[in-house]
Each structure stands twice: as structure tokens, then as C-alpha cells.
């Protein structure tokens, strides 16, 4: 097993990363206080896990089943949750435990973070995207129809528990999703990690083991270590959201039902490396080698053919990035370093928007 | 005008005291950053001052107008909000301003908490009540049908005008609901306020601007110092709902329809008291001194008829401050002195709850 420690001083936590590490009971209970605890989960993952991780528990935790997908990720099924927790008189010292993928992890966070002024949470991500990228940093939200992620809190979790056993059963789809923020991690200031990802991309496609356990490790350092330095995004957190601005846009548009969220950051990020490009900020061949490592993860590198410029910028203003009606967007000055502008002629990027179907 | 500053290092903020304070623009607008800014408020408020409010604003800002009565504080009214701040655009350096009683301080500075996961907020409290509790601290929530602010953040806002001249316009019920919450400090740590509230009842029900102005400062600086003690109520924050486990259980019984939040915190303190009392903390005469208090404010001192011992118990279960399913009750150990407790004879308890409707 390895492990990280978050450090944000009173808030700091471990992230442990291992194989099988579901079934160890002291790693979760040392967390636990002595109060009541609440599993939440979705029905797919409860099947997967629930029968293991039931018996590591001395008294039965309460066990919520929330329906599964980002449509459902809003204040309804928040409230869902309140109404539970109170029926079954949760108090302010017990613990919410988030078992399953992102859409879990943001609303059992979310949760915690509102549920009598704010309690304590424990992630179990069990998929790869939430294991390098949602459960790390204390981000949680729900959705609103007019935009994703609108609505949320800061709230760390106090353990996160990372198996790696969790993502045999991960659809191949799910799998590609998660790699785009693994790769993300590369672009943003690691150019080794990159290379190495270029190499090893086959190896994490068939879930080498090593393999798996190096990049989800690095991806939580980097992650870790940007978090650490802005817990609330005011400066280099901003960093993290390399093609999601793009990405965003995409996911509204399509609903949150054609991709899932990894592949709009996988479509968002050859956007961004191409508008760098436009922008003379990196050459044609960093671009090219950029669409190539995205690919390779069996993702999509192209926005909905219907999706034009002008849905486009309205989507994107929507942002929470964006201030004064200026779309912020992370940018590359070069494989492995990426920077936040909103310092660019508007044209360009009407003009790259109009044009990113053609390519 | 009189200020006091609530002192939470980076959080600290100003409290203004004083007449005709709405009509200062410079109070509100060296606050305000260079962004959006929406005034959210109810009906009844609105007709009142939205049109010497407005006249502060170089831009017009956003108004936001909700239904009247703590029954809207829900997760449905708060989306009411986020749909009017993402359809007009407002970004992370957006700021609210919640322009009315308690009810629109919670939700506004709620829906700041969460819209995009924290923007700022300004109160402009326009009752007794919430000029002297609810504005000022940060506790921000909205209801659930299961029990009162369950669902809720600590967030704490950039600036607070309380204009005692908008107590000229409160209903007479409102104003005594008001000065329960002052009546309140002067039971926890200050017995000479209390004489002075003793003596002095008669200028405040007939809204004489000095007394009034000393109480609101006096009930701010008792508050402000407790939350500067322990801003997330770990300790010494939880004295300051005294009479509000008895209270919140009360209001939820009759569904926040039949009472004002400050007549069920008058009925809970008279609760307080007499409970306290059989469990000899304090005097028969000092007891009666408290009822004698909280009724010279014109508020009601008796729990409704039909509300049994179980059904007492039942709600007080759900109370936040209830842990481990231990009824956890400020109680007062002499005037001006209270402390909290749950190491007290339960059966004590449910002996006092059964023949409190026969005094």
C-alpha cells in the first residue's frame, strides 16, 4: 500500500492507494468517531462492493443507495440524503462514507459539508477519474440545469481510500475518462510524467498493476501539492481545470447524458492545446503530440458536430471561472506547463470556435 | 453611529449601528467589489425601503424578491436564487445583499455559501431580531421539513448595517420576538444587563433610539465575543442557544406557522429556567424573576397545550446538538450564568415536561 498525506494543517489528511484495501477494516475505522456512520453509494457499486465492505464494519452502518448518473447530481437527491440522515437522527459527530465514482463523492461531500453546518466524510472512490482527480482537494458540488458544479462548498474529507482492485470492474469507457485526468496532471507541469504516460499507455489501458498504482500515486502528488498551495482556488488551483472550460460547456450542452465528464476534459483539453496553438503559444508538433497521447486513451478529441461557437461562449461565460464577463481559460506555453488567461484577442477564439469542426 | 467588529482574523467584519444608515452610501458601497451585486429581500421589505435603498447604487443591481415567512426557508427557495444569479450571469466576485429579517439573512447568506462554492455577502438586517442574532456570527441555513436549519454552512458576511430606524416600521409582535434574543445575553453572561433590561423594558417596547441603540450593541458585543471565542460552536457557542432546543422543538410541532422564531426562543428560556430550577441550579425566586422578564417583553412563556412530553422529547432528539441520542440543554446555573449539559437525570426531565402545561 502507498500513501500521501494532504497537507492543509488542521484539514490535512491520507490518501491510501492499494490493492484490496476495501477489505481492511482498521483503515477505515481508525477514521470513524464513535457515532453514527452513513455508506453512500449508487446501485451499480453496491452490488460490485457492498457484501465486502459491510463486514468491515462493527455496527451496521445506514446504507444509502442514491440513483446512478451526473443527472441525478442535484439538490433533490441532496435532499434525499438530508432526509435519511435525519430519520435515522444523525447527529453532528457521525460520518458519511462516499462509495462509488465522482457524481458520489461530490454529493456525500456536499452533503457533509451542509448537514447541520458541516460533519466529517470518508471517499471510496472506485473509479480511476475519482481516484486521481474528485476525491483529492475538497471540492464538492451539485449541478444546477443552468451549469455544472454550480453549486458547492470546500470541504475535505478526512481519509480517502483509493483500491485499485475497484477498477477491474471498470467499464473500458470509465477507464479512458479517468486517464484524461491523469494525463491532465502531465500537461500541467510534469513533461516526464508525460513522456512516461506516452510510453505507458498500453500498460494502463490493461491495468498493469505497477503501472496503475505509479500514475494514480503521481496524480495525487501533483494534485495534492497544487491543493496544499491554494485550498480555494484563488491562484494555481485554477491550473487543475486544463479543458474543462471547454469541457463544461460540452457536458452542458449534451445534458451530462452523451460523455461522460473524463471525455469532455479529454475533448476540452486538445481544444485548449489547439487555441495555444492559435495563439502561437505552442508549436504544431506539441499540439499534434498532445491529440496523439489523448487518442491513444481511447478518447474523443472532438466537440458534438452541433455544437457551434455561439453555444459555445454563452456556455463558457456561465464558467465560475469567468469574472467581468471575461472567459478564463487554462492555456499551454508548453507541454507540461500550463498558465490562466483571460489576456487574449476574443477574435481568435470566435474564429477557432467557428472553425474546430473542420479540422 | 456605533461599530463593533467581529474579530475572526482573516473573516472579520464590522457591524454598523445606527439611524437612517440605509440612506449612507458609502457604508454599503466600500464593500462592494467591482462586480455584480444582488439585493435580495421579501415583499413586504421591499415596500418599504427598496426605494431608499436603491438610490445608494451606481448600477442598479439585481433584486431578488422571495416569499415572506421562515415556511420558503428551503432548498426549493435557495434554487431560486442560484436560477436568478447563473441567468444573470454572476460570478465568483459577485456579492449578495440580504435585505430583510432572519429568514432572508439565512437563506442569502446560505445561497452565498454555496454558489460557486462561496461569494461574498452583506447583511442588512431590518428586524430587532435579526440585528441583534442572526446577522451577526455567520451561522447561515435553510429548514427541512424533518427540523429547523439542518441544512446549512458557517459563512460569515463582509459588512453588517443594522438601521435602527427600520424598527419604527416592525409589528409590535416582532419587536418582542426581538428582544428575547436580548433578553438571552443578559441570561447567559451579563446579570447586569438584565437589570437594565428589567428597568428599562418600558423605552424599548416604545422604541426609545437610545435604549435601543445600547441594547443592540450591548446584545452584538455579548455575541460577537462568543463567536470570536469559537466560531464553529465546538464550546462556548452552544450557550447561545439557550431556550432553543425547547424552542426549535416547538416550532417544529407547529410547522414555523403559529409562533415567531423569538417567541419560541421566549417559551424555551421560561423552559430553561424552570428546568433549571428543579433540578435546583437556580432559585424558585430567580425563576420567576426570568418568567417575570421574559413577559414584561409581551412574549408568550407557555409551550402550546397540546404538545406532550413525547412529542417534546421526540423533536428534541433531532436537535443539533443532540449526540449519541443524549438531549444536550443550556441550562442556567445562577442569572447571567449558563453552561451546557446533558449529565442530568432524564426521568427529571420527562417529569418536568409532563406538568409543564399545569403551572
Given at each position: 500500500?502507498?500513501?500521501?498525506?494532504?497537507?492543509?494543517?488542521?484539514?490535512?489528511?491520507?490518501?491510501?492507494?492499494?490493492?484490496?484495501?476495501?477489505?481492511?477494516?482498521?483503515?477505515?475505522?481508525?477514521?470513524?468517531?464513535?457515532?453514527?456512520?452513513?455508506?453512500?453509494?449508487?446501485?451499480?457499486?453496491?452490488?460490485?462492493?457492498?457484501?465486502?465492505?459491510?463486514?468491515?464494519?462493527?455496527?451496521?452502518?445506514?446504507?444509502?443507495?442514491?440513483?446512478?448518473?451526473?443527472?441525478?447530481?442535484?439538490?433533490?437527491?441532496?435532499?434525499?440524503?438530508?432526509?435519511?440522515?435525519?430519520?435515522?437522527?444523525?447527529?453532528?459527530?457521525?460520518?458519511?462514507?462516499?462509495?462509488?465514482?465522482?457524481?458520489?463523492?461530490?454529493?456525500?461531500?456536499?452533503?457533509?459539508?451542509?448537514?447541520?453546518?458541516?460533519?466529517?466524510?470518508?471517499?471510496?472512490?472506485?473509479?480511476?477519474?475519482?481516484?486521481?482527480?474528485?476525491?483529492?482537494?475538497?471540492?464538492?458540488?451539485?449541478?444546477?440545469?443552468?451549469?455544472?458544479?454550480?453549486?458547492?462548498?470546500?470541504?475535505?474529507?478526512?481519509?480517502?481510500?483509493?483500491?485499485?482492485?475497484?477498477?477491474?470492474?471498470?467499464?473500458?469507457?470509465?477507464?479512458?475518462?479517468?486517464?484524461?485526468?491523469?494525463?491532465?496532471?502531465?500537461?500541467?507541469?510534469?513533461?516526464?510524467?508525460l513522456h512516461w504516460l506516452e510510453k505507458?499507455m498500453?500498460?494502463?489501458?490493461?491495468?498493469?498493476?505497477?503501472?496503475?498504482?505509479?500514475?494514480?500515486?503521481?496524480?495525487?502528488?501533483?494534485?495534492?501539492?497544487?491543493?496544499?498551495?491554494?485550498?480555494?482556488?484563488?491562484?494555481?488551483?485554477?491550473?487543475?481545470?486544463?479543458?474543462?472550460?471547454?469541457?463544461?460547456?460540452?457536458?452542458?450542452?449534451?445534458?451530462?447524458?452523451?460523455?461522460?465528464?473524463?471525455?469532455?476534459?479529454?475533448?476540452?483539453?486538445?481544444?485548449?492545446?489547439?487555441?495555444?496553438?492559435?495563439?502561437?503559444?505552442?508549436?504544431?508538433?506539441?499540439?499534434?503530440?498532445?491529440?496523439?497521447i489523448?487518442?491513444?486513451?481511447?478518447?474523443?478529441?472532438?466537440?458534438?458536430?452541433?455544437?457551434?461557437?455561439?453555444?459555445?461562449?454563452?456556455?463558457?461565460?456561465?464558467?465560475?471561472?469567468?469574472?467581468?464577463?471575461?472567459?478564463?481559460?487554462?492555456?499551454?506555453?508548453?507541454?507540461?506547463?500550463?498558465?490562466?488567461?483571460?489576456?487574449?484577442?476574443?477574435?481568435?477564439?470566435?474564429?477557432?470556435?467557428?472553425?474546430?469542426?473542420?479540422?
Amino acid at each position: 500500500m502507498e500513501s500521501i498525506n494532504v497537507e492543509l494543517g488542521q484539514r490535512s489528511y491520507p490518501i491510501y492507494i492499494g490493492e484490496n484495501l476495501l477489505e481492511q477494516a482498521t483503515l477505515l475505522n481508525k477514521h470513524i468517531k464513535n457515532s453514527k456512520c452513513a455508506v453512500i453509494t449508487n446501485p451499480t457499486v453496491k452490488e460490485l462492493y457492498w457484501s465486502s465492505l459491510e463486514k468491515v464494519f462493527d455496527e451496521p452502518p445506514l446504507l444509502i443507495t442514491l440513483e446512478d448518473g451526473e443527472q441525478h447530481k442535484n439538490l433533490d437527491t441532496l435532499n434525499i440524503i438530508f432526509t435519511q440522515l435525519l430519520e435515522n437522527f444523525f447527529d453532528r459527530k457521525s460520518t458519511l462514507i462516499a462509495l462509488g465514482g465522482g457524481v458520489i463523492g461530490d454529493m456525500t461531500g456536499f452533503a457533509a459539508a451542509c448537514y447541520q453546518r458541516g460533519i466529517d466524510f470518508i471517499q471510496i472512490p472506485t473509479t480511476l477519474l475519482s481516484q486521481v482527480d474528485s476525491s483529492v482537494g475538497g471540492k464538492t458540488a451539485v449541478n444546477h440545469p443552468l451549469g455544472k458544479n454550480m453549486v458547492g462548498a470546500f470541504h475535505q474529507p478526512i481519509a480517502v481510500i483509493s483500491d485499485t482492485s475497484s477498477l477491474k470492474t471498470l467499464p473500458s469507457r470509465e477507464l479512458s475518462a479517468g486517464l484524461a485526468e491523469v494525463i491532465k496532471y502531465g500537461f500541467i507541469n510534469d513533461i516526464d510524467f508525460l513522456h512516461w504516460l506516452e510510453k505507458n499507455m498500453p500498460d494502463l489501458l490493461s491495468l498493469d498493476n505497477k503501472a496503475m498504482t505509479y500514475a494514480i500515486k503521481k496524480s495525487c502528488e501533483i494534485k495534492a501539492d497544487i491543493v496544499a498551495r491554494d485550498e480555494t482556488e484563488q491562484s494555481v488551483r485554477a491550473l487543475l481545470n486544463l479543458g474543462h472550460t471547454f469541457g463544461h460547456a460540452i457536458e452542458t450542452f449534451t445534458e451530462y447524458k452523451t460523455y461522460l465528464h473524463g471525455e469532455c476534459v479529454g475533448i476540452g483539453m486538445v481544444m485548449a492545446a489547439e487555441f495555444s496553438h492559435r495563439l502561437n503559444l505552442i508549436s504544431k508538433s506539441d499540439c499534434e503530440l498532445s491529440k496523439k497521447i489523448i487518442a491513444s486513451a481511447n478518447l474523443p478529441t472532438q466537440p458534438p458536430a452541433d455544437m457551434s461557437k455561439d453555444i459555445f461562449i454563452e456556455l463558457m461565460m456561465r464558467d465560475k471561472k469567468t469574472l467581468n464577463n471575461n472567459i478564463r481559460l487554462v492555456l499551454l506555453e508548453k507541454l507540461g506547463g500550463a498558465f490562466v488567461s483571460s489576456d487574449y484577442d476574443p477574435d481568435i477564439l470566435a474564429n477557432y470556435l467557428d472553425q474546430v469542426h473542420q479540422r
